[in-house]
């Protein structure tokens, strides 16, 4: 789950996929009290797909559906989509509203569209979709919630036994130590410690250690010293809770195998798509692992241009006009 950057999708989709009743506890108790959680819900990530693929997407952190039925609901159920959304834009109320109608149009039950903003702009606020033309008027209100918010409830998050909010935590501290990896090697030891004190259960507890460690990534310096930490504590409390051995091997080696494959299934696809590659790209290609190859091969399935595909991270993401 390790990733290159503060940036990904998997794991936030994985978060989401586990905890979706925890998350929505923590981050919107009106909805998560409509839901009846007795009945279980289904992740329907590849319909969300084939509803929307095609609309104006940009660089959030994941985009998710889920199929929940509410109390006292019958057997109609309910579309949950749930964004998180990764940095500012101002077309976003128009693309909650264009993936409503898509979901509604397919499956004619209620949708309901949940945003989390996990930028760093705590000034930034989206209002709702709007739209007015001869007479008539369409206007879209959604829920959204604001991670930054979170900060002011630090301490009451390190001991909530809501395990969403470890989640919450290591994003604040992502953020709060993006240039400062000495003030990241102690956050994530604290947000470490704390996942111990909890104890419970083991591969909950391996979840959440995972995603911490993909969203709290190190420099080798400090990741050496975590690791001592980590080794240390595991000792202390007498509670295992590393790697298992499948993934212990993926870090030492198996994961630049299947890297290696993946950067040739890459390779074909832009060849295909773009023509030889140039020289300098190819090499990048060589070079990107991790996070980085990941996102190149997320750009590569819907880049208009080779450019798109290999831009420097903090250059803004191209802009696609919607097809709705």
């Not at 990764?86 to 409503?100: E, Q």
């Not at 000792?235 to 195998?257: I, V």
């Not at 250059?315 to 709705?324: Q, V």
Request: hydrophobic share 40%.
């Amino acid at each position: 789950m390790q990733g290159g950057s503060d940036e990904g999708d998997s794991p936030w989709k994985d978060a989401l996929d586990r905890y979706l009743e925890a998350a929505l506890r923590l981050l919107f108790p009106a909805v998560h009290a409509e839901i009846d959680w007795g009945r279980g819900w289904e992740a329907l990530d590849g319909e969300l797909q084939r509803v929307v693929g095609d609309a104006e997407v940009g660089r959030r952190h994941a985009d998710k559906l889920f199929r929940v039925q509410r109390r006292g609901g019958g057997e109609v159920w309910v579309a949950l989509h749930l964004e998180v959304q990764g940095y500012v834009d101002p077309t976003l109320p128009r693309r909650v509203w264009i993936y409503r109608y898509r979901i509604h149009d397919r499956h004619a039950v209620p949708v309901a569209n949940l945003v989390v903003l996990t930028d760093d702009r705590p000034d930034w606020r989206p209002g709702p979709f709007e739209e007015e033309v001869l007479g008539c008027r369409e206007r879209l209100e959604f829920p959204t919630v604001k991670l930054l918010d979170f900060e002011a409830r630090r301490a009451a998050l390190l001991t909530d036994p809501n395990p969403f909010a470890l989640v919450v935590l290591a994003h604040l501290d992502a953020l709060r130590t993006k240039r400062d990896p000495e003030a990241r090697l102690h956050s994530k030891m604290a947000l470490v410690r704390a996942l111990y004190e909890r104890g419970g259960d083991r591969q909950e507890a391996l979840a959440l250690l995972r995603f911490l460690d993909w969203l709290l990534r190190l420099p080798p310096p400090q990741k050496a010293r975590f690791d001592d930490f980590h080794a240390h504590l595991e000792r202390e409390k007498n509670m295992p809770y590393k790697m298992d051995f499948e993934l212990e091997a993926e870090a030492r080696g198996e994961e630049k195998g299947l890297e290696k494959g993946q950067r040739t299934l890459l390779r074909a696809v832009l060849e295909a798509r773009f023509g030889a590659l140039p020289a300098g790209l190819s090499e990048r290609l060589e070079r990107a692992a991790g996070a980085d190859l990941d996102r190149l091969a997320r750009r590569a399935a819907v880049a208009a241009a080779l450019d798109d595909v290999f831009r420097d991270e903090e250059e803004p993401p191209p802009a696609n006009p919607s097809r709705a």
